[in-house]
């Protein structure tokens, strides 16, 4: 556990004592719904000691520990999603495959190489390894031959977060330092265990995909199957994680009725997440001052 100290602020309108980790959860597009809660942070002054993430929580985590802000993440998303044709070939030119390849039994043509994609559409400011971070980073990968939990924080950053986001049959798989990784979502879509200890607050945002009450009867499509099972999974490890020990601070985000793949709903993704910002600051003012 690191020491206990001051953190530092952005702009903070007040001062607090204490130790923040932040954890960002897996769950596709709805995953942009954890921008408010960094920029709660920033309205707060408070800069976490440690951001863990998983999947889209990694991808968005680690622009944060480089030092951008939440309403910078806000304004690039936003703008990256407003032009949806230039999305759409960014997405078609980070394809290992082509449609020639199903024909001749090679291998799937929609398969995303995620290094690629995140070249594509992170923001510049994003180092290209750990260690050149503002702040303290670690990504969730899950193994795919051992079936273990791997934590990446150390070397480059764009392959660690590529293979956290890796969902089978979506992104293809990375291998890095002796394991061939797909999507930490696999295994601990929300991690924040291992960030737990005494003197430290962790602030846990789940956007796992709730139950929809009650069915339409549409059958999904293949992709959409795909992510769909995924949220199944990730809602249900979260679900069980919480009930075994809870995080000191959990909270829940996200639009019901997104899918995973839904991010051309960024700006009503957004939206529909403001609220969680007032929620954020009364939870971590309650929480620092009892620490205090």
Request: charge should be neutral.
């Amino acid at each position: 556990m690191s020491p206990r100290r001051p953190i530092a602020s952005r702009s903070a309108p007040k001062t607090f004592t204490g130790e923040v980790a932040l954890v960002l959860g897996a769950g596709g597009a709805r995953g942009l719904s954890q921008i408010p809660v960094l920029e709660a942070l920033d309205e707060l002054g408070l800069k976490p000691a440690a951001i863990s993430g998983c999947s889209i929580g990694a991808i968005i985590g680690a622009a944060y520990a480089a030092g951008l802000s939440g309403a910078e993440l806000r304004e690039h998303v936003l703008a990256s999603f407003r032009d949806r044709p230039r999305v759409v070939a960014r997405l078609l030119d980070a394809r290992i495959g082509k449609i020639a390849d199903l024909v001749r039994g090679l291998g799937n043509p929609a398969l995303i190489d995620g290094e690629r994609l995140l070249d594509l559409f992170w923001p510049e400011a994003v180092p290209d390894r750990f260690e050149e971070l503002a702040i303290p980073f670690s990504a969730t990968a899950a193994d795919y031959h051992r079936h273990v939990e791997v934590t990446l924080s150390q070397g480059p950053l764009t392959p660690a977060v590529a293979a956290s986001l890796a969902i089978p049959g979506l992104v293809r798989p990375v291998a890095l330092g002796g394991h061939v990784l797909i999507d930490g979502g696999a295994i601990n879509p929300l991690p924040y265990e291992r960030l737990m200890a005494p003197g430290r607050i962790v602030l846990a945002v789940d956007v796992s995909a709730a139950p929809v009450a009650a069915s339409d009867g549409r059958v999904p499509g293949a992709m959409e199957a795909i992510v769909g099972a995924s949220q199944i999974l990730t809602r249900t490890l979260v679900q069980r994680m919480v009930e075994r020990q809870p995080p000191d601070i959990l909270i829940r985000s996200g639009l019901d009725g997104v899918g995973g793949l839904d991010f051309f709903k960024a700006k009503a993704i957004l939206a529909a997440a403001e609220p969680v910002k007032d929620e954020v600051k009364r939870a971590l003012e309650r929480a620092l001052a009892a620490t205090g």
